[in-house]
């Protein structure tokens, strides 16, 4: 038989207990080994069949059990510790707290997904595990983060695989009374609520639930309530499911009514509401018209709000292909905003946010991506390789600029140590090394031994080996129910043979089956009789992605191969359980992505802060962190005529690696059966690559790069009644119209004889028609450096030339000819933002040292100029000498 209705009730500890109950409401244990520690010594068989989750435990322990343990002065003694620890976290200052000058009280950071732990499963992939370790790094770190998304019943999904190979999803639901959440609640005991004014006179309703991630509070709203209609319960039934309409509710919920959440929270707990908003991906970009919104019913304008939204704003691009941006049709986008949804917004200024109105855009959809740019005055990709893909795919939104001038910046993703390290390679680092942080530990140090390193490797292995064949014969079960799983499941995999692994989102680009592409050879390498290799793959493809399904297809297929099926393993349903033991697992970490299709790939990360080794192409975070001695790259093809041709080349060389330099590293042993290479690069690895790849160094650069400056524009904007947020879109207006006046009428140079040589200084002079604009409006400057491919400026560099002085006669160089204009008052109405007159034709000057030798050339440009732009590019303004 089987129940109609389930749901989740809780136990109730003993009064002596109630630590445990405070322990597992706090989301730190998904990263704290000491608390699960006490959790599984409450009873090893329910921890392993709960999958390592406090509440669920809680519920399943015997009361018998409890009761022993509370008689037990030493058990609660030791969770009373673990309680005070907690606490003294929570309490005590960290490194935010250490920071000088002034820093923001609290930060938004907007999410459509986040994978904290396996027991709250609300992600898909690395954009969820990536918000999550954002989370848990900012905790540890004491930045003031509150975070938002949703709370979707049926999660992603569930993966299968069937006989014939072919991934089959299904759809848990959830109950949330049986996770670590609760309800946020008015004061009255009733559970807050927000809304939304829909078309057709409808409401959007949604509950906030709260989880404890450390010292972070993740909100995420819930639409299946009784307030909604069957239609809008739905609407966060599942992540990533729908398309349309049913994708924007999804994300107008997210920005808008997790504005309006976080407005709830401070109300009623009193904390601040924060200075900077942190949009992670275009999803959530809805946030900023709620808080412009919110501004026009202050009494500001459209723009001039807009100017206080964008200076706190911090949007980060997590794609580097246009097929992943959301993009709506307008039309949808217009009917949504014609509502009262976002009293003071018209819906003409809404469409023009997301407009693709520059070249090679469509006219037609409205771009999230698009929006989120233009909603945040600062952003950044997730690689240094990809800040540049992300320069050049949204460089039309800056007409003019070269792409080194998009004001995209990067700040290359991290992974959240504590989480991602295996407890065995912390506790080595503990009883060696003096710290269990894994990061800052001294892995060159001689106190620990190339052979017990080398044994906490082996163990990991031999981890992941188990749970490989755990998770097969389970998933035969679940399909076979009647049947006996096969025999050699029990020899499935090595734990003494050089094994390689390969977990991710199953998109085309991401090449799972390059592997493939020669089955034979790969055949021969995994079955070497002297150097054997093994494969561990896992990954979900989305249910919309039928190339991805085949693709998984393909692989399960040649893997069912009884001649290999000993060496090769497709796992499915992964998932944060399953890569906590796949990760450090795993000697080797292989990606292979078509180049420049990576954002930046964090599974790799995972690898090495646990010593392993990466075979990847030099694509995302790889591509400026490979050194040659912390694994190999596999050789682009870029030159190849097809996308065929490519995939045979970079195929061959990938097996060429395998082959010829991976095994032979790994099984090079010495007397005592040690790889002294292979040990060489692991303590590399470990030493270079695990402060540099944290989360911790990554949520830094965020705070000290992104936030902080958001938060002091925000408050310049803001301060004496949004002045500084008037007068700057007073200013923008101004220098807009009289833009098409502006431009470079002539460039002289002098200073050179016929053979120009390093240490020479050109001279510049450049005439320049302002189009009624002051001097002060403006920097005019010259752009120089190597010429290459014809005039292309390489690495360029940029000094501004010597502004017009007043009442200013025939300048010498370093000065400026104005004709005898008088332009003091010009340049008092510039900050007064009055237009006043100026000469017709300006005269900048200035000098540029000859520091390199080879092909030099130079131009000359104009850019507008404020103290409260973050960039000259922001306007997308800029006249250039022809």
């Not at 406090?54 to 058990?75: H, K, S």
């Not at 509502?339 to 070249?359: C, F, I, N, R, W």
């Not at 938060?711 to 904007?717: H, P, V, Y």
């Not at 400026?793 to 000819?817: C, F, I, N, Q, Y």
Request: aromatic residues 8%; proline residues 6%.
């Amino acid at each position: 038989m089987k129940a109609i209705r389930r749901f989740t009730v809780r136990s109730v500890l003993p009064e002596s207990l109630s630590a445990l109950g405070e322990l597992a409401a706090n989301l730190r244990w998904a990263w704290h080994q000491p608390t699960r520690q006490i959790f599984a010594h409450i009873s090893p068989d329910d921890w392993a069949a709960t999958h390592g989750d406090p509440v669920a435990l809680l519920g399943a322990v015997r009361p018998e059990r409890l009761e022993q343990l509370a008689a037990d002065p030493g058990f609660v003694a030791w969770a009373d510790s673990l309680r005070e620890d907690l606490a003294a976290y929570l309490r005590e200052p960290r490194w935010y707290q250490g920071l000088e000058g002034a820093r923001p009280r609290s930060i938004g950071y907007f999410s459509p997904e986040f994978g904290i732990a396996a027991a709250l499963p609300q992600y898909s992939g690395g954009l969820g595990i990536l918000a999550g370790d954002h989370l848990k790094a900012a905790s540890d770190l004491g930045v003031p983060i509150i975070g938002v998304g949703l709370f979707y019943r049926s999660g992603y999904f569930s993966q299968a695989i069937s006989r014939d190979g072919w991934q089959e999803e299904s759809y848990p639901v959830l109950d949330p009374d049986g996770l670590p959440l609760s309800v946020l609640r008015m004061a009255d005991g009733s559970p807050a609520q927000i809304v939304l004014a829909l078309p057709d006179d409808r409401a959007l309703y949604a509950r906030i639930w709260q989880a404890q991630v450390g010292r972070v509070r993740l909100l995420l709203l819930d639409t299946d309530i009784p307030d909604n209609s069957d239609e809008l319960r739905s609407v966060t039934d599942r992540l990533y499911g729908g398309g349309g309409e049913h994708r924007l509710l999804q994300e107008l919920l997210l920005g808008i009514g997790g504005v309006r959440a976080i407005e709830v929270v401070s109300e009623l707990t009193d904390a601040p509401m924060p200075e900077v908003y942190h949009t992670n991906e275009g999803h959530a970009g809805f946030l900023g018209l709620e808080r412009i919104s919110t501004l026009i019913g202050g009494g500001l304008s459209f723009d001039e709000a807009l100017q206080v939204v964008r200076a706190g704003t911090v949007f980060t691009t997590h794609t580097p292909v246009p097929a992943g941006i959301d993009r709506f049709e307008r039309g949808l986008i217009e009917r949504y905003f014609s509502t009262d949804m976002l009293p003071g917004l018209e819906a003409p200024s809404v469409l023009a946010l997301g407009a693709e109105d520059y070249e090679g855009g469509s006219p037609d959809v409205f771009n999230m991506a698009v929006m989120g740019l233009r909603l945040g005055q600062r952003a950044n990709g997730v690689s240094v390789l990809h800040g540049e893909v992300s320069r050049g795919m949204f460089a039309g939104l800056w007409p003019g600029f070269d792409r080194s001038d998009v004001p995209i910046t990067s700040v290359t993703n991290g992974v959240h140590a504590p989480t991602w390290t295996d407890p065995l390679l912390q506790e080595l680092a503990r009883t060696k090394l003096g710290t269990g942080d894994t990061t800052t530990a001294d892995w060159a140090s001689d106190a620990v031994t190339d052979g017990e390193l080398w044994r906490v490797r082996g163990d990991m292995r031999r981890q992941l080996v188990h749970d490989a064949r755990r998770r097969v014969t389970e998933a035969w079960r679940e399909q076979n129910p009647d049947s006996i799983p096969p025999a050699w499941f029990q020899n499935l995999l090595d734990p003494e043979v050089l094994t390689i692994g390969f977990a991710r989102r199953v998109p085309t680009y991401k090449r799972l089956t390059l592997m493939l592409h020669d089955p034979e050879r790969l055949k021969s390498i995994l079955l070497n009789p002297e150097r054997p290799i093994q494969l561990v793959i896992a990954g979900k493809s989305h249910p919309a992605d039928e190339e991805g399904k085949r693709l998984i297809q393909k692989l399960v297929q040649f893997a069912s191969d009884p001649s290999v099926r000993q060496r090769i393993v497709f796992l499915p349903n992964y998932d944060i359980g399953m890569a906590q033991l796949l990760y450090p697992g795993t000697d080797v970490w292989l990606n292979n992505p078509l180049r420049l299709l990576e954002a930046c790939g964090t599974s790799g990360m995972k690898a090495a802060l646990n010593g392993g080794l990466n075979l990847s192409i030099l694509d995302g975070w790889w591509n400026e962190y490979y050194d040659g001695e912390n694994g190999w790259a596999i050789p682009t093809a870029d030159s190849a005529g097809d996308a065929a041709e490519r995939d045979a080349l970079e195929a061959e060389a990938l097996y060429d690696l395998m082959e010829n330099q991976v095994a032979p590293r790994f099984y090079d042993r010495d007397a005592d059966g040690i790889p002294q290479h292979w040990m060489q690069s692991i303590r590399h690895t470990l030493a270079t690559l695990s402060p540099e790849l944290s989360a911790e160094r990554m949520v830094r650069e965020y705070v000290q790069r992104l936030y902080i400056p958001a938060a002091t524009a925000e408050r310049a904007m803001t301060v004496d009644d949004h002045s500084a947020a008037r007068s700057l879109s007073q200013w923008k207006d101004r220098v807009r119209a009289a833009w098409p006046g502006v431009a470079v009428l002539h460039v002289e140079s002098g200073g050179l004889d016929d053979t120009p040589q390093v240490g020479d200084e050109l001279h510049v002079r450049a005439h320049i028609q302002l189009g009624g604009l002051s001097p002060h409006d403006v920097a005019v400057e010259v752009v120089y450096g190597q010429a290459v491919h014809g005039d292309d400026l390489s690495d360029p560099a940029v000094a501004e030339l010597s502004t017009p002085h007043a009442r200013s006669a025939p300048a010498a160089a370093g000065g400026a000819e104005t004709g005898g204009a008088d332009l003091t008052d010009a340049a008092a109405a510039a900050d007064a933002d009055e237009p006043a007159e100026v000469p017709s034709e300006l005269v900048y000057s200035g000098t540029v040292a000859l520091s390199r030798a080879g092909s030099f050339g130079y131009t000359v440009r104009v850019v507008p100029k404020h103290a409260n732009l973050a960039s000259e590019a922001e306007l997308g303004l800029i006249a250039v000498a022809h």
